[in-house]
């Protein structure tokens, strides 16, 4: 079945954060959660259009912000291929969503 999944990340600026999704999920959309109360750190909901009969792999995301060195090795080419959106948080912090390639998970027997 295809459908849309809502994935929802905590902010760990630099840091990759693992999310388990089907294979070959595609990505839509990034947006700043709706959170109610007062959270110290913001989070935010990616969605991906999923065929929930693939296998699970896992994705790696990174955060980062406006500025930081994004030097990895890799060409810039391959930097915007892997570029998924920007949000503008309350307050003018910017951050900007990078997929950070896959991994096949095993499925369990």
Same mark, same amino acid.
């Given at each position: 079945? @295809?459908? /849309? #999944? &809502?994935?929802?990340?905590?902010?760990?600026?630099?840091?990759?954060? &693992?999310?388990?999704?089907?294979?070959?999920? @595609?990505?839509?959309?990034?947006? @700043?959660?709706?959170?109610?109360?007062?959270? &110290?750190?913001?989070?935010?909901? !990616? #969605?991906? !259009? /999923? *065929?929930?009969?693939?296998?699970?792999?896992?994705?790696?995301?990174?955060?980062?912000?406006?500025?930081?060195?994004?030097?990895?090795?890799?060409?810039?080419?391959?930097?915007?291929?892997?570029? !998924?959106?920007? /949000?503008?948080?309350?307050?003018?912090? /910017?951050?900007?969503? #990078? *997929?950070?390639?896959?991994?096949? !998970?095993?499925?369990?027997?």
């Amino acid at each position: 079945m @295809k459908t /849309v #999944w &809502k994935i929802t990340l905590d902010t760990y600026d630099g840091v990759e954060q &693992k999310i388990e999704l089907p294979e070959g999920a @595609k990505f839509l959309n990034v947006e @700043k959660a709706v959170t109610i109360g007062a959270l &110290k750190y913001p989070r935010f909901d !990616l #969605w991906f !259009l /999923v *065929d929930t009969a693939a296998r699970p792999e896992q994705r790696s995301i990174r955060i980062t912000g406006t500025g930081e060195d994004l030097d990895s090795g890799e060409s810039l080419e391959l930097l915007i291929h892997d570029y !998924l959106g920007t /949000v503008v948080v309350n307050g003018g912090l /910017v951050l900007h969503f #990078w *997929d950070n390639g896959t991994e096949t !998970l095993e499925e369990p027997e």
